[in-house]
């Protein structure tokens, strides 16, 4: 069994911040990556940020400078701060790890469940 557990949305006000969490659980053989993808009613889910075992980040241009990703390797979770929040970003956060698990030769990507961040006006 494989576990991505997200914790830490909620509503905010604009310009406020809040610090998502997501811890990986399971079968895990390797993650090579982790990062957060974002869901707005109607629209693709899309890329927020990503970040590698070795510290690599990937970043929305919509959110440089405002959200940062960080992750613990040792606890297998990745957090993702956001600061200045905007009514944009109200939408449903995914956690996602890719790598290697128990039971697949191949890479496989997991979503956790999605944790909801509304930011009001």
């Known amino acids: 069994q494989v576990q991505l557990v997200e914790s830490g949305g909620g509503l905010v006000q604009a310009g406020g911040s809040l610090r998502l969490s997501c811890a990986a659980s399971g079968s895990i053989v390797r993650i090579d990556a982790m990062g957060w993808y974002r869901q707005a009613p109607g629209k693709q889910r899309e890329l927020v940020a990503v970040i590698t075992t070795g510290g690599s980040t990937n970043y929305a241009d919509s959110v440089k400078g405002r959200f940062t990703i960080s992750r613990d390797n040792a606890k297998n979770t990745v957090y993702l701060q956001m600061n200045s929040l905007k009514p944009e970003d109200t939408a449903v956060y995914y956690c996602?790890?890719?790598?290697?698990?128990?039971?697949?030769?191949?890479?496989?990507?997991?979503w956790g469940q999605g944790t909801q961040v509304t930011v009001s006006s």
């Open positions: 996602n790890a890719d790598g290697l698990w128990v039971g697949s030769p191949n890479r496989l990507s997991y």
